[in-house]
């Protein structure tokens, strides 16, 4: 495994909550409710380092569950927090704000 990254990453934060005036994802009220913060990128590298093994477990648990059919790829959407803690998304909506997506293919 390689070390983790070290410095830090610029990171936007926007609270959850809805803000007066929004008509939509970006509008100038919600970028007025954005802040420019400081990641660290070893909390980051971490945090998805462990969401990526525990993927591969799922993955493996599905493999042996396929009934005939052949895991090609899957895609997973993930959310980073101001402090780097990595979330999977459940479900797609409006709320979502950004964040990572990762999309695992077969080797080979």
Same mark, same amino acid.
């Given at each position: 495994?390689?070390?983790?990254?070290?410095? *830090?990453? /610029? @990171? $936007?934060?926007?609270?959850? *909550?809805?803000?007066?005036? +929004?008509?939509?994802?970006? /509008?100038?009220? !919600?970028?007025? #409710?954005?802040?420019? &913060?400081?990641?660290?990128?070893? @909390?980051? #590298? &971490?945090? %998805?380092?462990?969401?990526?093994?525990?993927?591969?477990?799922?993955? #493996? #648990?599905? +493999?042996?569950?396929?009934?005939?059919? +052949?895991? +090609?790829?899957?895609? @997973?959407? %993930?959310?980073? /927090?101001?402090?780097?803690?990595?979330?999977? $998304?459940?479900?797609?909506?409006?709320? $979502? !704000? &950004?964040? $990572? *997506?990762?999309?695992? !293919?077969? !080797?080979?």
């Amino acid at each position: 495994m390689n070390p983790s990254p070290g410095g *830090t990453l /610029s @990171v $936007i934060t926007v609270d959850g *909550t809805p803000v007066d005036g +929004e008509k939509g994802l970006f /509008s100038a009220a !919600r970028k007025a #409710a954005a802040h420019v &913060g400081v990641l660290d990128a070893g @909390v980051l #590298a &971490g945090n %998805l380092s462990a969401v990526c093994d525990q993927l591969g477990q799922l993955v #493996a #648990a599905a +493999e042996t569950a396929r009934g005939g059919y +052949e895991l +090609e790829s899957f895609e @997973v959407s %993930l959310d980073v /927090s101001a402090s780097g803690e990595v979330r999977m $998304i459940g479900s797609v909506s409006s709320e $979502i !704000r &950004g964040g $990572i *997506t990762l999309t695992f !293919r077969r !080797r080979g």
